[in-house]
């Protein structure tokens, strides 16, 4: 399982992943976003789903924008 994250991860291009190459309109609607920490001082992600419209945006952004901010919450 993880050899096949490690290829995902390649293929996907998740080190390539940065702020330049996500779309800026995305990550202007709040979408997702790092918010504070929970009783365990784990740090929250919170993905606000009422702003998705099924359709309206293109899938691989959307994912390069999930991917983007799990990597952030990484470091």
Do not use: A, P
């Not at 992943?17 to 309109?25: F, G, H, P, S, Y």
């Not at 995305?26 to 606000?48: P, R, S």
């Amino acid at each position: 399982m993880l050899w096949d994250t490690c290829i995902w991860r390649s293929k996907f291009g998740t080190n390539e992943i940065t702020e330049e190459n996500v779309r800026k309109d995305y990550l202007d609607i709040g979408l997702c976003f790092i918010h504070g920490k929970d009783k365990d001082g784990k740090t929250m992600f919170v993905i606000k789903c009422s702003l998705h419209t099924k359709g309206s945006k293109e899938f691989n952004q959307l994912q390069k924008l999930v991917v983007y901010w799990f990597e952030r919450l990484e470091r």
